[in-house]
């Protein structure tokens, strides 16, 4: 139904990001984003800075005292064991103890820190994403597939938010090989030069390994958005497809994309493993070098044996920072690509708003369309016919304002008025709408005629619907009320509209899937409900026609007669033969 909007957050949301809490200019901000993928991560890691620089620097201690517990190692076995000083042996002793702990708790705080960044990161871009897709409305299926705008709400923000979790823990390991280079070249500058020319030698394999990634991981996400729009596809017709007997070829292409993106996935394996093999292989190679250079050092009277346990201690705290440098970079990359696939649902583009919003007509105002010459007064029951039902809907569209045009409501151009205004005033009701999962009531009352559903159910003639449900206005429906028969959604829908009271109801083939006794009893209560206000209804059925007001006739988007369904019978040879299913 293409009156329902996507639901506004209050500004005292709990939900919403602190900084944005309570502060319209914040929210305002949030529809302004950086246009590409690195620098949309940078914005969304910056909106909270007290919290970034939190995580940052409990990331930074954390990682950072890692080393810290084989430098009390080196007093302890250097002034304790090797003097016999129990004295001082207990002292560097629990100073390592103490050292463990505040390593601990900082490891531990810092994790919490970036958890909420991590949190904060996802809601954001969740509202970018789903402000954007409210401001897109009816263009969105014109510009968008499915499968684009559900693989970024299903992984697209999950990564990118990973991808801002990553961020601390990777600042985090910096520091900590900078920490153990340093205390490594201060016990000996040769494991100093060691531990430097080897991440050195790591980064210059990585950096192409990194390249190949990105390039693989763009692939695979591609892959995905495919999949996910042929999933959709089939899961929407699935029971078109087993009526035509389709079923079949539909799953084999499914089965050949699956192949695709599995496919991909084995390529994107390739670099990953080679980052991992990196990541758990680098420390234990440089582990050995720095022992055996440690070792001939104590044999050559160069080094003590508690600095050469310090080398260990040092060289085996790199293990950890190295680990999870390389899982920070690949879950950055991915957060990238993430990025770069949000950042192409941002930019697309949107009608430009008007220069200056104008005050909507008085009440009972005429909706005109110039291209078509289409014209429906207020309190008109009027009729529609075309042998090209398409033809009438792009005129629907003209009048509700969904499409580019010089429509006019009374004397106020369309493309003027207040969106909330036009929506609340005019409705367009595809016989095809979008039914949300919910209860039946929920379904029927949508955002705001809940005090008109008994009505509205009625006048559709659905009450034989709601009779046949096991809880009857309360059952719980899934989306697209699939478990109903074409004709109860179909009216299902028509109550909706009806429910929603709007000054003028623009109904495209409402009743195209109903039997000829149903559709009677709805044009009747239908024109009975919507006396007094403006109707136009989409359709070639005589029922409606011949109920009528007023009807019009459309032929190559025009209207090239009007009057009464008797009279353009009698007159018009091509609309005689539009409706008797005859020929002129």
Not at 92 to 98: D, I, T
Not at 103 to 119: D, E, K, N, P, Y
Not at 540 to 559: C, E, H, I, M, N
Request: charged share 20%.
């Amino acid at each position: 139904m293409r009156f329902l909007r996507a639901p506004e957050l209050p500004l005292d949301n709990p939900l919403l990001p602190q900084g944005t809490r309570g502060d319209p200019s914040s929210l305002a901000a949030l529809q302004q984003p950086p246009g590409t993928p690195w620098r949309l991560l940078i914005w969304l890691a910056t909106r909270r800075k007290g919290l970034m620089l939190a995580a940052l620097i409990t990331s930074g201690i954390a990682l950072g005292s890692l080393p810290v517990l084989p430098f009390f190692l080196t007093g302890a076995v250097d002034h304790g064991l090797r003097e016999r000083d129990w004295g001082a042996l207990a002292f560097w002793s629990l100073g390592m103890v103490l050292a463990g702990f505040v390593t601990a708790g900082m490891i531990v705080w810092s994790h919490r820190l970036t958890v909420f960044w991590r949190a904060d990161a996802s809601y954001r871009v969740l509202q970018l994403a789903t402000r954007k897709v409210n401001r897109l409305g009816d263009d969105l299926r014109k510009k968008l597939t499915t499968g684009e705008v559900v693989s970024v709400g299903a992984t697209d923000i999950n990564r990118i938010s990973w991808a801002v979790d990553s961020l601390a823990p990777t600042a985090g390991c910096l520091v900590g090989l900078i920490a153990v280079g340093v205390l490594l070249f201060n016990t000996s500058i040769a494991l100093g030069l060691t531990i430097f020319i080897g991440v050195f030698a790591v980064g210059l394999v990585t950096g192409p390994l990194l390249t190949r990634l990105q390039d693989r991981q763009e692939q695979y996400r591609e892959r995905v958005g495919d999949i996910t729009e042929r999933a959709s596809d089939i899961v929407s017709g699935l029971r078109v497809l087993r009526g035509i007997g389709g079923e079949a070829r539909f799953n084999a292409s499914y089965r050949r994309d699956s192949d695709a993106l599995r496919s991909a996935g084995y390529k994107v394996a390739g670099p990953t493993a080679w980052l991992n093999s990196l990541g758990e292989g680098t420390p234990a190679i440089l582990l050995g070098v720095v022992i055996w250079i440690a070792a001939r050092q104590v044999a050559s009277g160069d080094l003590t044996p508690g600095q050469m346990v310090a080398a260990f201690g040092f060289t085996g705290a790199l293990l950890l920072p190295v680990h999870w440098l390389i899982g920070c970079t690949y879950r950055i990359i991915e957060g990238r690509v993430a990025a770069g696939k949000v950042c192409e649902l941002l930019g697309t583009p949107e009608r430009d708003a008007p220069a200056e919003i104008l005050p909507g007509p008085r009440e009972g105002a005429e909706l005109h369309d110039p291209e078509s010459g289409l014209t429906v007064a207020g309190g008109e029951l009027l009729a529609v016919a075309s042998s090209d039902s398409e033809q009438v809907a792009a005129v629907f569209d003209r009048l509700g304002g969904f499409t580019e045009s010089e429509a006019r409501f009374g004397t106020v151009p369309v493309a003027q008025l207040d969106r909330d205004e036009l929506r609340r005033r005019v409705l367009v009701a595809d016989h095809d709408a979008y039914l949300f999962a919910g209860t039946v009531a929920a379904a029927v009352a949508a955002r705001d005629g809940a005090d008109r559903v008994s009505l509205a159910i009625e006048a559709a003639s659905a009450h034989d619907v709601i009779e046949a449900l096991p809880e009857g206005l309360d059952t719980e429906l899934e989306n697209q009320a699939r478990t109903l028969s074409g004709g109860q959604r179909q009216r299902l829908r028509l109550a909706r509209a009806i429910a929603a009271d709007p000054e003028a109801l623009l109904l495209h083939e409402p009743t195209s899937a109903v039997d000829s006794h149903t559709e009677a009893r709805i044009v009747e209560r239908l024109a009975e409900t919507r006396g007094g206000r403006a109707t136009a209804i989409a359709t070639t059925s005589p029922l409606w026609l011949g109920r009528a007001d007023t009807v019009a006739f459309v032929q190559g988007g025009k209207v090239v007669a009007r009057g009464t369904h008797r009279e353009l019978v009698a007159e018009h040879s091509d609309y005689r033969a539009l409706v008797t299913r005859g020929t002129a």
